[in-house]
């Protein structure tokens, strides 16, 4: 605000008492760390203080020797503005645009042979991402010939329409896969009607999911396992935000009698029990959920609690790859990570 009323023909105490109501309306707006004008008001204000520090380097030790637009532009708020307007075309971007991340991991279990495993998660499809990103992608996967898809919840999320739903399983079961693509539910797929913003209702019934996702010829695995090809046990948990998440099976009781010689891969939407699947023998756990932090700086305050945040991760003899997903959630922008799917190799 004292950007905005440099150089203003108002009285001291109008610009104090107009500050003063503009920065409580957007204090109110802030109150919803997750919304819009929360992370618009910090990076204005980050930008700010930038744009005061490189105004202190350039009058102080430089002297105003260099830049001499630059006082003129500080004075005005046009440097921190430009940051500002910098950070958030540099976030649509990274919104919009789909990289694909490789990973090589190298195991003894399964002989001379090799499978090309294809991770895909948070597509939240329909809410904030333009869907033909994700049709798009179709052909490049497919160039990958990839020999199991994974995808890794919320698919759908509660923004998402019923023909939406439909139309997304629809384009998933379009990549062609070896051994077939298999499903794991996240916390949004099955849309809680505490976070619908749209009216409270759900747009999908959970049968309504379950028989699209079938339809569409992917195999859902809800704490449930299943061999590929003799070689590797896949193992799908249900989500462990969903209620009754006391109720949720441990990995031992899944496991139970399976054949620990195979090459064990866990997909669990949240990148949990990381040291726990490890020492039940498992050697891949494939996550998403945390996009990555998306913007700055969720992805430092998901870290400061102990929570992996984005890419490869060890426990003992155990990979665990958390990937920043296909798209991001609430904000329309993403400044940390990246948009993608994953290629793991395994040889």
């Not at 809410?127 to 199991?148: A, C, F, G, T």
Request: with cysteine; hydrophobic share 35%; charged share 20%.
């Amino acid at each position: 605000m004292k950007y905005a009323f440099n150089d203003s023909r108002l009285s001291k105490n109008n610009v104090t008492i107009i500050s003063a109501i503009i920065s409580i309306f957007a204090l109110i707006c802030c109150l919803n760390i997750w919304s819009n004008a929360a992370i618009y008001t910090l990076y204005l204000f980050l930008c700010s203080l930038f744009a005061d520090i490189i105004r202190l380097i350039v009058k102080y030790p430089l002297k105003d020797k260099y830049l001499k637009f630059m006082p003129k532009l500080h004075k005005k708020g046009g440097l921190a503005l430009i940051f500002f307007i910098i950070i958030i075309i540099s976030g649509v971007y990274g919104m919009n645009h789909i990289d694909q991340t490789e990973y090589n991991i190298t195991t003894q279990k399964i002989g001379n042979d090799s499978y090309k495993v294809i991770f895909i998660s948070d597509t939240h499809y329909g809410s904030i991402q333009n869907p033909q990103l994700l049709k798009d992608s179709i052909p490049r996967i497919n160039e990958l010939k990839p020999d199991i898809v994974i995808l890794g919840g919320d698919i759908v999320d509660e923004r998402t329409s019923n023909s939406q739903m439909k139309e997304v399983f629809k384009e998933l079961s379009k990549i062609n896969s070896t051994y077939g693509i298999y499903y794991i539910f996240g916390n949004h797929d099955t849309q809680p009607s505490q976070t619908d913003y749209e009216n409270g209702n759900r747009t999908f019934t959970d049968l309504e999911l379950n028989q699209t996702i079938r339809k569409n010829g992917i195999t859902i695995l809800n704490d449930e396992k299943t061999t590929i090809n003799g070689d590797i046990v896949l193992v799908g948990r249900s989500d462990a935000e969903w209620d009754g998440v006391a109720d949720r099976a441990n990995v031992s009781e899944i496991l139970n009698e399976s054949d620990l010689s195979k090459y064990v891969i866990i997909a669990d939407h949240q990148p949990l029990e990381g040291m726990e699947n490890s020492k039940l023998g498992a050697d891949l756990q494939v996550s998403g959920h945390t996009h990555g932090g998306q913007v700055f700086p969720y992805k430092e305050m998901i870290e400061l609690i102990g929570t992996n945040t984005y890419g490869e991760y060890s426990f003992g003899d155990m990979k665990q790859i958390v990937s920043s997903g296909f798209t991001g959630w609430g904000w329309g922008i993403r400044n940390e990570a990246k948009c993608e799917f994953v290629l793991i190799n395994i040889n």
